[in-house]
């Protein structure tokens, strides 16, 4: 697929047939998605990637607020991954200090950075997916034992379309851009 046309016809997909997801397709987008650019090359976006059902069950029913849009989508989806970031490195010196006046965000951008090229390799893939944030990052964090170097940044349900949704309405270059 032509890069340009995978921006454009990438779409936000919450409902999934129960067709698992390979390994080695799984591996190859988050192959993709080590090649983002990141603070400093710090390269600091982990992949937790659960196929275990009963996993996947308790994240939906203990860990998304009673959101219960949230928690059909990851009920429904046949993998989940748990984005997370190596904390205290994005936007930091050597010394500890914050290099800008941004302090950590970088962290969270360079983790959304990472988050859309795994979604765009996912859609070249045959693959749909959603990025999720409402989440109880503590909680899920438990749920799979995640490393105290970590913190989770998103969830992204994967999996094979069941839907194929619309484009919503997008505005144009002219609305959003100021050449100066």
């Known amino acids: 697929m032509e890069l340009i046309e995978c921006i454009k016809t990438r779409r936000t997909v919450r409902k999934f047939t ?13 192959s993709a998605a080590a090649y983002v650019p990141s603070w400093k090359n710090s390269q600091t976006a982990r992949w937790n ?3 275990d059902r009963a996993i996947i069950e308790k994240i939906a029913l203990e860990a998304t607020f009673g959101f219960e849009h949230n928690r059909d989508i990851i009920l429904g989806c046949p993998c989940l991954v748990v984005q997370s970031a ?7 010196e050597r010394d500890g200090s914050f290099t800008t006046s ?3 965000s970088w962290e969270m951008y360079d983790s959304g950075i990472a988050a859309q090229t ?3 390799a996912a859609h070249n893939a045959g693959l749909g997916s959603v990025i999720m944030g409402i989440i109880d990052d503590k909680k899920i ?3 799979i034992k995640l490393p105290d170097t970590e913190r989770i940044t998103a969830a992204i349900a994967v999996g094979y379309p069941a839907e194929e949704p619309n484009c919503p309405p997008k505005k144009s270059a002219e609305e959003i851009a100021r050449f100066i």
């Open 141 to 143: 964090a438990g749920i």
């Open 18 to 30: 129960d067709k698992p997801v390979s390994k080695e397709t799984l591996t190859e987008m988050i």
């Open 118 to 120: 795994f979604s765009l």
């Open 102 to 104: 941004k302090g950590d």
């Open 86 to 92: 190596v904390t205290k490195r994005c936007g930091y």
């Open 49 to 51: 990637v659960i196929t």
